[in-house]
């Protein structure tokens, strides 16, 4: 229970901090692709993603190994999470943008932190996707921006973190992600005290 609420609030704290400094999840509405955006984005969302993780990483005290692949898949899914938004059009409806990125999500959840059950590859990027997509739409529905300035923009965008980590953080909990990225941790303690007997 612990660890669920420590992930919540790790990532929480992360994706708000990433929307004030680097415009999490980007900016969706160019009318053009823009591959040099989408690098530009993913460079960005990469950053945000490392911290991201080192929050989470702390929060759940995760030996290197999880960590490691804990920090890995961050980077990935914020990374292309920004990419996707900032490089897309806005002849590609903002729903698809937001599902394109869960799709990613769950792809690279299933190659770095190696899940493999439907069920939680379904959690991890329905969730990804439905919180972006309620944060840019319930942002849009309280009037954010508050002004056209950087401030409003950093406003706006820390909204969207605070939105898509509650609810990516809120779900993955429920299904045991948090827990079982802490399991790393106890096989670890496990492997060395059998190091050390012999």
Not at 70 to 94: C, E, K, M, R, Y
Not at 109 to 123: I, K
């Amino acid at each position: 229970m612990r660890a669920g609420l420590a992930w919540i609030v790790a990532l929480t704290v992360g994706l708000l901090a990433g929307g004030f400094a680097f415009h999490f999840p980007g900016s969706y509405g160019e009318p053009t692709v823009s591959v040099g955006a989408a690098i530009f984005g993913f460079i960005l969302g990469a950053v945000n993603g490392l911290l991201v993780g080192l929050l989470a990483w702390i929060a759940l005290r995760l030996p290197r190994s999880a960590a490691s692949r804990l920090l890995l898949a961050l980077v990935l899914i914020v990374g292309a999470t920004h990419a996707l938004n900032d490089g897309s059009s806005t002849q590609v409806p903002f729903v698809v943008v937001q599902v394109l990125a869960g799709l990613a999500a769950a792809a690279v959840a299933a190659w770095a932190l190696g899940l493999r059950r439907p069920s939680d590859l379904a959690v991890v990027g329905g969730a990804w996707a439905v919180g972006l997509v309620v944060a840019g739409w319930s942002g849009d529905v309280i009037g954010l921006p508050l002004t056209e300035t950087p401030v409003g923009w950093a406003q706006d965008h820390a909204w969207d973190g605070l939105v898509t980590g509650l609810v990516w953080g809120a779900a993955t909990a429920a299904v045991g992600l948090s827990e079982r990225l802490r399991g790393d941790r106890r096989e670890d303690r496990t492997t060395t005290e059998a190091h050390a007997v012999r």
